[in-house]
Each structure stands twice: as structure tokens, then as C-alpha cells.
């Protein structure tokens, strides 16, 4: 019984240095991730801001557009409708002046 009890032991002692060993691993492995990610934040952090921050002025930037958009669109209208009142005061004017050179064109000047 003696040998087979040392064996147990044995095996127990080589399985418990295995199981120790594999989590000392895990552990520097853990370790410099954790590490590596603290790093990582560190860099990114700040990046993320100024990214957030630009994101918000370029927000701005596009409601500043569509509303100027909004006012060009507004003034293009406007200058329409005032080519067509100068398109009408155009056509009247020549219409007034028709006898004018019927006049003219009767004397021959």
C-alpha cells in the first residue's frame, strides 16, 4: 500500500505543480493585458473626446448650413418674383412706347 499511496501522492504533487504553473501563466498573461488595456485607455481616452468634440461642431456646422441653405433658397425665390414684376414693368414700358414709334416710324426718324 506504501508504493501505491506514494504514487497517488505523486501524481497529486505533479498535477497540483501543473494546475499551479498553468494559473501563474494565466496570471502574467492576465496581468499584461491589463496593463496593455490601461495603456490603451490612456491614449484613447482623450482621442475619444477630441472625436466627440468635433462630431458636435460638425453638427453645428450643418445646422448652420441648412440654415443659411435655407436662407439662399429664400433669397432665389425672392430675386424670381422680382425678375418676373421687372419682366412685366419690361414688357409694359414697350407696349407704352408703341405709338411712340409709330410716330416716328411715320415721320421716318
Known sequence: MQPNGLFV????????VV???AAGHLAIKAWRLLKRGIRVSRVAGPLAVGLALRAEELAKLGDEMAH?????????DRLGASTRRLQVVFQA?????????????????
Open 9 to 16: 501522492l505523486a501524481v497529486g504533487l505533479c498535477s497540483f
Open 19 to 21: 494546475v499551479c504553473v
Open 68 to 76: 443659411q441653405t435655407e436662407q439662399v433658397v429664400a433669397s432665389i
Open 93 to 109: 414700358f414697350s407696349e407704352s412706347l408703341a405709338p411712340y414709334r409709330r410716330v416716328k416710324d411715320y415721320f421716318g426718324l
